[in-house]
């Protein structure tokens, strides 16, 4: 399965706790102002991925404990993403931890084609639009004070939004 993508880091330290493998999807409707990454917005953008291409960028690296999808907005590519994710839970086993970044929050993704098969294989979301006038470099791993770090299987199980509280991502 093929994915438009606009780039990787194979060693980021910045996407989440420990050594991930960051996929940075092509494409994004919210174009928040100030946002890190508006050469990702355009939809016909970036280039095609296979899957086989990013699983073999994640074994590469013996360092990894994790995978992190960031944007653009992952959302848009949804259930490709969902499948790749469950290629990589199957066929890269140092991955422990797989987080998505979404500029939509949690309650709106009810609303996303693809959005519930993509939750099914997280164990973290950030949610929520960047909010320059919310910005704090005091923040681990988000951008605005607004986004919130999401336990995803435990809001899945009690249908309400549960927080992270890790001190991992807090």
Wanted: charged letters at 25%.
């Amino acid at each position: 399965m093929s994915l438009r993508i606009a780039g990787v880091v194979s060693d980021s330290i910045t996407d989440g706790p420990g050594i991930r493998y960051t996929l940075f999807v092509q494409g994004c409707p919210h174009h928040c102002p100030g946002c890190h990454n508006p050469q990702t917005h355009d939809f016909n953008g970036g280039r095609d991925a296979e899957e086989d291409e990013i699983i073999q960028g994640i074994n590469k690296n013996p360092l990894l404990s994790g995978l992190t999808l960031s944007g653009g907005e992952p959302m848009c590519q949804a259930r490709a993403l969902a499948h790749l994710v469950q290629r990589v839970r199957k066929e890269c086993p140092r991955i422990k931890e797989v987080a998505c970044y979404t500029g939509y929050t949690f309650e709106e993704l009810g609303g996303v084609d693809g959005a519930n098969e993509l939750l099914g294989q997280l164990d973290t979301l950030v949610d929520g639009r960047f909010i320059q006038a919310e910005r704090s470099w005091e923040l681990k791993f988000k951008g605005s004070k607004n986004q919130r770090v999401i336990d995803v299987p435990k809001s899945l199980a009690e249908g309400r939004v549960v927080l992270n509280t890790s001190s991992r991502w807090n």
